[in-house]
């Protein structure tokens, strides 16, 4: 009796255990995903949430710019999206006198909405299973050459007829592998105006430091409008347009967040990778995340050093640091994350099993038998090539002088006339300082030369090694005093010989050092690196197919879903916060109190503007806050990934409660492996935003085209509802 209990309650674990993750294809939700969303909570249907009959939600989410989420929340094309995703858009329109990043931007009627040339959403008009149609033919192949032209040429058949003549734009995605196919519609409007952005220290509150944490501060919003013609159509920029009327919009609910609450996001997953074989996931969790952070470590370590010495340096820096840091942090949790689940040992686990499952039948050996001694033999040649990819990438083309002489020699190679080189190159001089640059070249040489086998030594290195007794610094030293790009002044007195003599000029430039290394180490990628990966990846592709295939038969009752890959998913989950550590409980959600204990005006992360201190001190809250509190951020156990900044948190009815823009640093790893236990998503309460732009910014009026609800009935409050 007591056995059959245990046994019980395992298996109810261990179906909790995987309940959150997973980032679902929309019009797959019929049959168990809808049945297993509406037994925790979910009130629609999902018809409503994906619909080619009906209006429904996913008709009030976008593909905002080039990599991030948005989502309609009135019926006149206003929108909202992290202030991260606008960040670009708001820095374009900031000057000296005007600037909006510092300060934050809000319009105060339509005429002053900001126009951005440039930027555009896409909305998903349908999607559909054309795995039939895109392999139609390949059973004719007899080569894998074969087999692959004729599936380009269904995909791009496919894709031009959903075009319908330029109306939208069309792609064919694979799933699983290559196992299944989608074609995914959409339609592009390019008006899309700047409504609104709270100032960087509210929007970007906590900056690096707080950049991957929970808990979180961060008002990170702005709001945009779409604008149509007098159709509702897609139009360029015209003072004529007018604000876009959409299918479905966002209700925002204003009964607020409690724990164990029903939530779910629509959004854009950029890419993860679950099915990785083991010895992968061990190169890529113990050898190359581990090398790129450490030379991350090392160019950040350089750059502050530079920065704190002088203001302009800390400027021209600011955003190159920031790029640099944010997946700096993300690899060093992803790391300790994978290795806190034991994930290379849960996947040697499986794939033993599998190999066990594999050899019960003479069918499956035959079919399936070569699958992991393929992968293995790969990975291991791959393995060599990756190091120097990632060293190429981290190291040798983090040097900026390289990136110039790259672009200068290209531009000679084009004829390009002198002037005109000169002119196009000042930009890239404007935001580099020449000292830092050149000990950037010593320390990243000297690692490229430590870490990666002799056999990709370019030539140079080997000259160094000889004339220079492997003395880095003498060598950048002479590196960095001739040549021809070493300063704006230099390349103009170069371009001038190159003006006079294409030819000549082409020739000292075989000379130089710094050119001879740029083509050395360009070399060494394209003609050895790139050319041995694509065949050996290509394979992998293949393999991988029929790799999902036999799990898919190994597991028939499991629910699959596809890696991420830029196309509108699913998720859901719950409010929740999370243990990541013996003795310590994060609660779910953080208020105003915290981004008042965390402000310090001596600390740029930390400093918060007056008003907004103001605001806290009257306890002036409007209608936004709960019994004298401001909530201001929440997570809960939805699935996301990179792409997924901007997207909607949506409740059990379906309404809006908050904006995605981030995910714990604890569950960083869930690109890989994901961890119910860890995993989060951080989102700004909608309340917060709310209150931003009526009591902050004063720009209430945005408020009266939204609908706000509010149900009669409270929820109930928990006891211990600050905790996990
Ligand atoms: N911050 C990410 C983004 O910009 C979201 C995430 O990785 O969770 O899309």
């Known amino acids: 009796m007591k056995r059959q209990f245990l046994a019980i309650l395992i298996l109810i674990a261990s179906f909790n255990a995987k309940a959150d993750e997973g980032m679902w294809l929309l019009s797959l939700l019929d049959g168990y995903t809808i049945e297993d969303m509406q037994s925790k909570g979910f009130k629609l249907t999902a018809e409503d949430i994906y619909s080619v009959n009906q209006a429904c939600l996913k008709d009030a989410v976008v593909i905002f710019g080039g990599g991030c989420t948005g989502e309609l929340i009135s019926p006149d094309g206003l929108l909202l999206t992290n202030h991260h995703c606008g960040y670009g858009t708001i820095q374009s329109h900031s000057s000296v006198e005007n600037d909006y990043l510092t300060d934050g931007f809000w319009a105060m009627s339509r005429e002053e909405e900001l126009p951005n040339p440039g930027l555009s959403v896409r909305f998903l008009r349908y999607m559909d299973d054309v795995t039939g149609d895109v392999l139609d033919g390949t059973e004719n192949a007899d080569t894998r050459e074969e087999y692959e032209a004729i599936i380009q040429g269904n995909v791009a058949s496919i894709a031009a007829v959903a075009n319908a003549e330029g109306k939208y734009e069309s792609t064919v995605r694979p799933?699983?592998?290559?196992?299944?196919?989608?074609?995914?519609?959409?339609?592009?409007?390019?008006?899309?105006?700047?409504?609104?952005?709270?100032?960087?220290?509210?929007?970007?509150?906590?900056?690096?430091?707080?950049?991957?944490?929970?808990?979180?501060?961060?008002?990170?919003?702005?709001?945009?409008?779409?604008?149509?013609?007098?159709?509702?159509?897609?139009?360029?920029?015209?003072?004529?347009?007018?604000?876009?009327?959409?299918?479905?919009?966002?209700?925002?609910s204003m009964d607020g967040i409690e724990k164990g609450d029903f939530t779910m996001i629509l959004g854009y997953p950029g890419s993860t990778q679950q099915f990785l074989y083991s010895r992968a996931l061990k190169h890529f969790a113990e050898v190359s995340m581990p090398m790129r952070v450490d030379l991350r470590t090392e160019r950040m370590e350089i750059m502050d050093r530079y920065m704190q010495q002088s203001d302009e340096v800390r400027i021209q820096y600011a955003s190159k640091y920031r790029g640099v840091s944010n997946a700096w942090k993300k690899w060093q949790g992803a790391i300790r994350g994978l290795e806190r689940l034991d994930a290379v040992q849960k996947k040697v686990k499986f794939e033993n099993e599998f190999r066990e499952w594999v050899g019960e039948s003479e069918d499956r050996t035959e079919a399936y038998g070569d699958l992991l001694p393929s992968f293995e033999e790969i990975y291991t040649e791959l393995e060599h090539f990756d190091v120097i990819r990632d060293l190429m990438g981290e190291a040798v083309f983090a040097i900026e002088i390289l990136r110039i002489a790259s672009a200068v020699e290209y531009m000679m190679m084009d004829s390009i006339p002198a002037e005109e080189i000169l002119n196009r190159s000042k930009r890239m001089y404007d935001d580099i300082h020449l000292p830092l640059d050149k000990e950037m070249f010593r320390t990243m040489m000297e690692n490229y030369n430590d870490l990666s086998p002799v056999e990709f030594h370019p030539d140079i290195l080997q000259e160094v090694n000889e004339k220079y007794k492997g003395d880095f610094n003498a060598w950048t030293e002479d590196v960095y005093d001739k040549t021809p790009v070493r300063s704006l002044e230099a390349l103009g007195d170069f371009l001038r010989i190159y003006e006079r003599n294409q030819g000549k000029a082409m020739k000292k430039l075989k000379k130089d050092d710094l050119f001879i290394a740029l083509d050395q180490f360009r070399n060494i990628y394209t003609q050895r690196v790139r050319p041995a990966e694509s065949v050996l990846t290509e394979s992998l592709e293949h393999l991988y197919k029929r790799w999902v295939k036999a799990r898919f038969e190994m597991k028939p009752g499991k629910r699959f879903y596809p890696d991420a890959n830029f196309t509108m998913r699913l998720t859901y989950g719950e409010v929740k916060g999370y243990s990541p550590e013996d003795a310590v409980k994060f609660g779910y959600h953080t208020t105003l109190s915290g981004v008042i204990e965390k402000s310090r005006q001596d600390q740029?992360?930390?400093?918060?503007?007056?008003?907004?201190?103001?605001?806290?001190?009257?306890?002036?809250?409007?209608?936004?806050?709960?019994?004298?509190?401001?909530?201001?951020?929440?997570?809960?156990?939805?699935?996301?990934?990179?792409?997924?900044?901007?997207?909607?948190?949506?409740?059990?009815?379906?309404?809006?409660?908050?904006?995605?823009?981030?995910?714990?640093?604890?569950?960083?790893?869930?690109?890989?492996?994901?961890?119910?236990?860890?995993?989060?998503?951080?989102?700004?309460?909608?309340?917060?935003?709310?209150?931003?732009?009526?009591?902050?910014?004063?720009?209430?009026?945005?408020?009266?085209?939204?609908?706000?609800?509010?149900?009669?009935?409270?929820?109930?409050?928990?006891?211990?509802?600050?905790?996990?």
Not at 182 to 195: K, Q, S
Not at 622 to 648: I, L, R
Not at 656 to 662: P, Q, Y
């Open 175 to 252: 799933m699983f592998y290559g196992n299944q196919y989608f074609l995914f519609v959409y339609e592009r409007y390019n008006d899309v105006r700047l409504v609104g952005a709270p100032p960087s220290s509210i929007g970007n509150f906590g900056r690096d430091n707080d950049n991957w944490m929970w808990p979180r501060h961060t008002g990170d919003f702005s709001v945009f409008r779409i604008y149509a013609n007098s159709e509702n159509e897609p139009a360029g920029y015209s003072a004529e347009n007018v604000p876009y009327q959409p299918r479905k919009f966002f209700e925002i």
């Open 604 to 724: 740029p992360d930390y400093v918060i503007p007056e008003k907004l201190r103001e605001l806290y001190e009257d306890k002036d809250y409007g209608d936004y806050g709960v019994d004298g509190t401001m909530p201001v951020c929440f997570t809960a156990s939805n699935h996301t990934s990179g792409g997924n900044s901007g997207s909607p948190v949506i409740d059990a009815e379906g309404r809006l409660i908050g904006i995605n823009f981030d995910r714990n640093w604890h569950g960083t790893m869930s690109d890989e492996m994901y961890d119910p236990g860890m995993c989060r998503n951080i989102a700004v309460d909608i309340r917060y935003i709310l209150f931003i732009i009526d009591r902050f910014a004063g720009a209430g009026y945005l408020l009266d085209e939204m609908v706000l609800v509010e149900e009669e009935a409270p929820t109930v409050v928990e006891a211990d509802a600050g905790m996990n």
